[in-house]
């Protein structure tokens, strides 16, 4: 019980640290480190929270508002940059990158009989997300800005489908489908745990 108390309470503080790290005019972590650390929390909650009851009513684990404000970050990076259009095509490219290295580790949804109504929630949902990670672009949806806008537009776009790609990842590690982002290798695995110093008896 200790323990997922003070799992409880390391989320709750990670939570929190985007908000000051935006508001504080200091040196902001780049995408990769704060798209690292979001992947890992979502591992750590995994692993302290589920199956809980309240998860079989849906998906509270299921969020990307953390991939969505690691995006926002590198753009402010950007903004802040001496190149900030190169930067923000840059950041677009990586975002990309980063769904592919996602996409792989998506299973094929399964086929099974029946209709919807039968089938498990979790299998229509994860089967929706799937298709919906590896749609299509209908077209430029960023023309007709100014060249800076039309890249932040880009960035955005970029983030979107990043953040499509996650939470199909996600529902599919809920369900144990896949295994772990930093056992199959495409995060890096969390750093060593120091171990508390004893009290003096």
Aim: hydrophobic fraction near 45%; proline fraction near 7%.
């Amino acid at each position: 019980m200790a323990r997922r108390r003070d799992l409880i309470l390391m989320l709750a503080q990670a939570a929190l640290w985007p908000v000051a790290a935006l508001a504080e005019d200091a040196a902001l972590p780049d995408f990769e480190t704060c798209l690292r650390g979001e992947i890992l929390r979502y591992e750590q909650a995994v692993t302290a929270f589920a199956p809980t009851p309240a998860e079989k009513a849906g998906y509270p684990l299921a969020n990307v508002a953390g991939v969505e404000f690691c995006g926002t970050v590198g753009i402010v990076i950007c903004d802040r940059s001496e190149e900030p259009l190169g930067c923000q095509k840059a950041l677009a490219v990586e975002q990309d990158i980063w769904r592919a290295r996602v996409l792989t580790e998506l299973p094929d949804p399964e086929e099974s009989e029946g209709t919807d109504v039968e089938k498990p929630f979790a299998e229509i949902l994860y089967a929706q997300l799937f298709h919906l990670a590896h749609g299509m672009s209908a077209g430029r949806d960023c023309a007709g800005h100014s060249p800076r806008m039309e890249m932040w537009c880009r960035a955005r776009e970029a983030n979107g489908r990043l953040r499509a790609a996650v939470i199909a990842w996600q529902v599919a590690r809920h369900e144990g489908k896949v295994a772990p982002a930093f056992e199959a290798g495409w995060i890096a695995a969390p750093d060593p745990v120091r171990p508390r110093a004893r009290r003096e008896e």
